[in-house]
């Protein structure tokens, strides 16, 4: 992994039996003590992740609201201080340059996280787009060093180290100036992994502090450190989009089935035109679920077919640790698919048969607002 950049926490990573892997040009950590231990930990107790290769911007200026409401699909109009919202960032065709969560500190500050392997190319995007804006962007990704703790245990673990009333924290909101094991940090609580829990966002430099105390605190409630597998697993039975397979740009946040979060009442934004047509006069493709009914696992980019002919692909696919079922999305032909309660998967040479399911395949157990 010459030349893959470290996180805080990648040293202790290596150290505590963290398989390393090159993750969009990051050394990070696959997994610990294994994908099936460390998912069922999330779901059961709590898990703890390092996410410090995330990349963080912030907007501030008099225009910053304008200026999101033109950059972004979601509406921002109504958001207090405090919240967080979900949305994509599209180009003029509607296809998703990426998705991300903005957090308002107040009416002319937010804050964006965006994806890792993404952040040069948002960043320049966002750049470009804020020329006819009063708005200033700062890209505070290399100094600021994240994790998130997830699970039904993640609150009382986290409450450990702090004097602050995290259960006044709702969902999709955030606190900032909370000091957790003595350092001063922002914590959120959205979540991608289906479970309540929090974000930490903390200087570069602390970050392993707030690290190591919480896996002191959490050792006697099970808290384990979990990597990117059990994270890909967990997000893909909540059904939360993963930039690349459910959503990309070749992709609009529409064939994802993610429209609630495109408002195309607001003036327009980039790709609005492409989306409002897409909605009038019909979506070209949909993102189902699907149960296989014979033996293989559907991995992302294999083909589905219906009838022998192909009507799309795989975005993701596993053998679900929560359900012991094979499981998986894929997009495809919306119009093929209507009324069809079966395609098939080719797997390696095999046609598999695979039944239509609803998603998302797992309820989510987060926190109401």
């Not at 006697?220 to 959503?247: K, M, N, S, V």
């Not at 696992?297 to 596993?318: C, F, H, M, S």
Request: glycine share 10%.
């Amino acid at each position: 992994m010459e030349g893959a950049r470290k996180t805080p926490i990648t040293d202790w990573n290596a150290a505590n039996g963290g398989k390393m892997v090159d993750y969009a040009g990051w050394e990070m950590a696959v997994q610990y003590e294994g994908l099936m231990a460390e998912h069922n930990a999330v779901r059961e107790k709590a898990g703890m992740f390092d996410v410090s290769h995330m990349g963080e911007v912030l907007v501030e200026g008099p225009e910053a609201l304008e200026y999101l409401q033109y950059l972004l699909t979601n509406d921002f109009s109504g958001m207090k201080d405090g919240e967080i919202l979900y949305t994509m960032m599209c180009y003029e065709n509607g296809t998703v340059v990426d998705d991300l969560l903005v957090y308002r500190h107040e009416a002319d500050r937010y804050l964006l996280v965006i994806n890792a392997g993404n952040v040069a190319k948002d960043v320049e995007w966002m750049e470009k787009q804020a020329k006819d804006f009063k708005v200033t962007l700062t890209n505070q990704s290399n100094d600021t060093g994240e994790l998130a703790i997830q699970g039904p245990l993640a609150e009382e673990i986290l409450q450990k180290l702090t004097e602050t009333n995290l259960s006044e924290i709702g969902f999709f909101s955030f606190r900032d100036n909370v000091v957790i094991a003595g350092v001063n940090c922002l914590v959120s609580r959205t979540g991608y992994t289906g479970e309540d829990g929090f974000e930490v966002y903390t200087a570069w430099d602390e970050l392993l502090t707030v690290w190591e105390a919480l896996m002191e605190a959490g050792k006697d409630l099970g808290l384990q450190p979990a990597g990117l597998g059990c994270r890909d697993t967990l997000r893909f039975e909540a059904g939360l989009p993963l930039y690349g397979h459910e959503i990309s740009d070749t992709i609009t946040p529409l064939e994802a089935g993610l429209g609630y979060f495109v408002s195309l009442k607001k003036d327009k934004f980039i790709g609005s035109d492409v989306l409002k047509d897409q909605k009038a006069n019909g979506i070209p493709r949909k993102l189902v679920g699907f149960e296989l009914l014979e033996r293989g696992i559907a991995r992302a980019d294999y083909d589905a077919y219906l009838n022998g002919e192909k009507i799309g692909y795989v975005t993701t696919g596993y053998l679900s640790p929560t359900l012991q079922k094979n499981v998986g999305q894929a997009l495809v032909d919306r119009k093929a698919i209507e009324g069809v309660e079966e395609l098939e998967i080719q797997v390696r040479k095999n046609m598999v048969k695979a039944k239509i399911v609803k998603l998302p395949l797992y309820k989510k157990r987060t926190k109401s607002r």
